[in-house]
Structure formats: C-alpha cells, structure tokens
C-alpha cells in the first residue's frame, strides 16, 4: 500500500488538534502509518482495522519493528464484523478511506478495493462509526473535495455534525485537493474552517509543511 504526502498531513493535523482520546481506532489502515504516526503522541491503545490480508501482515510488522508495538493492534477484518465484536467505544476514529464512487476500476483486487469505495461505503462508515464511536469520540476523515461536501451533507442527516474543516491545496493559488473533516455526535456552536498549503508558488515546501512534518520525516 502507498504511503501518500496527504495521508501524513491528516495524520500529523489531527495530533495538532490536541484531542485527549483514550483510545483509537484507525479503519482501513494500509500499512499503518496513521496509527504509527498518532502512537508518537498518545499513549493510548490503537487498534488498526485492515480488510486486505496481506496489507494487514506488513502492517504487524510495522508495528512489531516500531518503539511502540506495545499499544498497537492490527486485525485483519471487515470493519462491519470488527463493529459486532468489539467490546471497545472510541475516542478517536480515523480513516483515509476509498473515495472513488464512480471511476473505472484498475482490475487489481488490491489497488481497487483501497481506492474504490465498494469496500467502504460514505453510508457504512458511518454505521460503523455510530457503533464504535464513543459518548465524547470524534470521527477523522480525509476526502477529496467533492466526497467530502457528499460525506458531511450524509454526516449531518445521521446526526454526526461538523465541527472541524481543514481545506488542503497542494499548491498556493491552485484549487483544493482534500478536505479533512473532523466530526462527532454533539451539536456544535461552531465550525472551525482553516487551510493547509503544501507547497509555494516555486514548488517548495511552505513553512506550514515543514513545522508539521520535521517531527516525523528524517531529512524534511
């Protein structure tokens, strides 16, 4: 699975919104960076939900290789049979799921289901997030623009509210490329918009990019 530039900025705008959970979930997990990157700042269990079996194998490995391995879990598992059998409530849900509802597929099982939204649809992961989520919990996502507008108008009619919106650009002056969401169950006074903007005009990284990810990345 690929590790994507956008998959690291959701990661590292999440740890920045200061959130206390006392335990996460990290749906679709690929090779596990979200949950790798989060383990850096809470201490709290993860538990990291992949379909893909051997997705979920290199992800043990990242796990069992990382500082960290000690609250972290991946289970190989559909995300609906993982929702009927936990005995776990969340503070925290992340996911970077498939997005693509309409494109022609690749014909390669394993590129397709992680890219295509069959295996996790807009409805279902909010079933499951209704399931899993706890009293105080917030649910993380990261789209593309227009599935993001599709998956708050569809949030807000199951009662799961807005509360955080991040535009992503990867360019300054070009048009946006993700939305990251941040959503929970209680009725918000306030939404909170802001941007993110990857690189400069020139091509290079701005300030914003590089304060966010010197933590994580070794020669950023």
């Known amino acids: 699975m690929k590790v994507t530039t956008e998959a690291c900025i959701f990661a590292a705008l999440v740890v920045k919104m200061k ?6 979930l990290d749906i679709g997990a690929g090779t596990g960076v979200l949950s790798l990157m ?38 190989n598992s559909n995300v609906v049979d993982f929702a009927k059998r936990s005995k776990y409530r969340y503070d925290l849900i992340i996911c970077n799921p498939p997005f693509f509802s309409k494109h022609l597929k690749s014909g390669n099982q394993q590129k397709d289901q992680a890219v295509h939204e069959n295996s996790m649809t807009q409805a279902k992961l909010i ?37 955080e919106e991040i535009m992503l650009y990867d360019r300054a002056g070009k048009k946006p490329l993700r939305k990251i969401l941040l959503l929970n169950f209680r009725n918000e006074a306030e939404i909170f918009h802001s941007k993110f903007v ?21 020669d950023f």
């Open 19 to 24: 959130l206390q959970p006392r335990r996460i």
């Open 127 to 163: 079933d499951v997030t209704e399931t899993l989520i706890s009293k105080h919990g917030f649910l993380a996502v990261i789209y593309p623009i227009y599935e993001a507008d599709r998956f708050a108008e569809l949030a807000d009619k199951c009662g799961l509210n807005l509360k």
């Open 38 to 75: 989060l383990s850096q700042f809470y201490e709290c269990p993860i538990d990291a939900v992949e379909i893909d079996r051997l997705a979920s194998e290199q992800t043990a490995q990242n796990f069992d290789a990382s500082p960290w391995s000690n609250r972290l879990t991946v289970n």
């Open 198 to 218: 990857i690189k400069d005009e020139g091509g290079q990284y701005t300030s914003q990019m590089t304060a966010l990810l010197t933590e994580y990345y070794l």
